[in-house]
Antibody
């Protein structure tokens, strides 16, 4: 079955960077897009960006331009999301999710379990 | 950016009730709309995609309708497992955006 397993919780100080991993299994990693979504405590869902694991192409939300980098390692079917210049407002649960279809516009049909990133001095 | 507005923000209902949640887009998104269910401490779960297509494994009491800018999610007979927060999402154009969520509570 399709699984996305994310790395564990992180505690960072303001100004630092964090890199969250998302290991995929149960399907061909390069055939389905990966999206990253975050959720602050008690708040709604915020889309951060999209990556094609096949090409490595990315699209980032304007709110995160210049601070976020999405990459992948196809040899281990793992996607990464790195967020730099962290501030307290970045404290949130970060999710990776898979696009449902192999081409065209896709909703997100499988999600990782989430990674809590806490930014605190 | 396309703004997605859900109503109501909170809905109190009883088991067996028919409930409807509305989602409005700030511009036409054709039918590129999804609905998700989220329970506390869990990742969202895809319920409906392309406005009205039921995701595999999702009970048939869930249905979606609408196009362009007006959409709705209906639960025909609310079950105990359905008390959760529901989000709509447009995937017509970047950036993908979500509604602010509708919490369905026990009345």
């Amino acid at each position: 079955q399709v699984q996305l397993v994310q790395s564990g919780p992180e505690v960072k100080t303001p100004g630092a960077s964090v890199k969250v991993s998302c290991k995929a299994s149960g399907y061909t990693f390069t055939s389905y897009d990966i999206n990253w979504v975050r959720q602050a405590t008690g708040q709604g869902l915020e889309w951060m960006g999209w990556m094609s694991p096949n090409s490595g192409n990315t699209v980032y939300a304007q709110n995160f331009q210049g601070r976020v980098t999405m990459t992948r390692d196809t040899s281990i079917s793992t996607a990464y999301m790195e967020l730099s210049s962290l501030r307290s407002e970045d404290t949130a649960v970060y999710y990776c999710s898979r696009g449902k279809f192999t081409s065209g516009w896709s909703p997100f049909d499988n999600w990782g379990q989430g990674t809590l990133v806490t930014v605190s001095s | 950016d396309i703004q997605m507005t859900q109503s109501p923000s909170t809905l109190s209902a009883s088991v067996g009730d028919r409930v409807t949640i509305t989602c409005r887009a700030s511009q036409s998104i054709s039918n590129w709309l999804a609905w998700y269910q989220q329970k506390p401490g869990k990742a969202p779960k895809l319920l409906i995609y392309k406005a009205s297509s039921l995701e595999s494994g999702v009970p048939s009491r869930f249905s979606g309708s609408g196009s362009a800018t007006e959409f709705s999610l209906t639960i025909s007979s609310l079950q105990p497992d359905d008390f959760a927060t529901y989000y709509c999402q447009q995937y017509n154009s970047y950036p993908w955006t979500f509604g602010q969520g509708t919490k369905v509570e026990i009345k």
